[in-house]
């Protein structure tokens, strides 16, 4: 069976069984995801060339409850959330407390204007992503200083560095991370620590 027949029968299926509306949730979570390669054409008049679909997706998913994928639009920017927010009825949007993202400005513009009374939060990976980066940078920095040279593999203080690094696993729920706004006055973004050693 080809790609096009399965495809084209699973869109069928799904008009048959899926609401029009997504049902009301509490707690709606955006990202992005990158899906093939993106698709141009030639302008046949302007010969220049245009983007015709985009490699990033926009994908609108139920976090605290069973629906799973909202919905999903193609592109990576502020209009893209903005529209597919903006074609929700009011009772649905209002409904919308939390909407959960990554460290996203453009995300979070759009979501503002859309719906200003929902709590935005940053899902704990983006993080301890962001605190692994800014500790790999420190230790970095603090070899050179030291060292006046880059950590060498066989030196002993590189073999336990590893092991000191921030994992999801030991974040403690009970002291859970809070951002200071998106940055700091310094404008480096901060965190406080929620991690046990």
């Keep these: ?5 399965a495809h084209a029968a699973l869109v069928r299926y799904a008009a048959q069984v899926l609401p029009a509306e997504p049902e009301q ?3 709606l ?8 390669t993106p698709k141009w054409e030639q302008d ?11 490699r990033w997706h926009i994908g609108f998913v139920d976090i605290a409850g069973g629906q799973g994928l909202l919905g999903q639009v193609e592109g990576r920017n502020s209009t893209a959330v903005a529209t ?31 719906l200003p009374h929902a709590r935005i939060v940053v899902d704990h990976f983006h993080i301890v992503q962001l605190a692994n980066t800014k500790l790999a940078e420190l230790r970095r ?11 060498r593999a066989g030196w002993s203080p590189m073999k336990h560095s590893a092991g000191a ?12 991370v809070i951002l200071d706004g998106w940055t700091s006055p310094t404008g480096v973004p901060s965190t406080h620590p929620s991690w046990s050693p």
């Excluded at 690094?165 to 859970?176: A, G, I, Q």
């Design 141 to 151: 920095r603090l070899t050179w200083k030291m060292r006046d040279r880059r950590g």
């Design 165 to 176: 690094s921030v994992r999801n696993e030991s974040c403690v729920e009970e002291r859970p």
């Design 25 to 27: 949730v509490t707690v």
């Design 29 to 36: 979570g955006i990202d992005e995801t990158r899906r093939g």
């Design 1 to 5: 069976m080809s790609w096009p027949t």
């Design 44 to 54: 046949t008049e302007t010969g220049k060339w245009e983007l015709v679909a985009d």
């Design 84 to 114: 597919w927010l903006a074609a929700r009825p009011p009772w649905w949007k209002q409904a919308v407390q939390y909407v959960v993202i990554d460290m996203c400005a453009t995300f979070r513009a759009a979501i503002r204007k859309a």
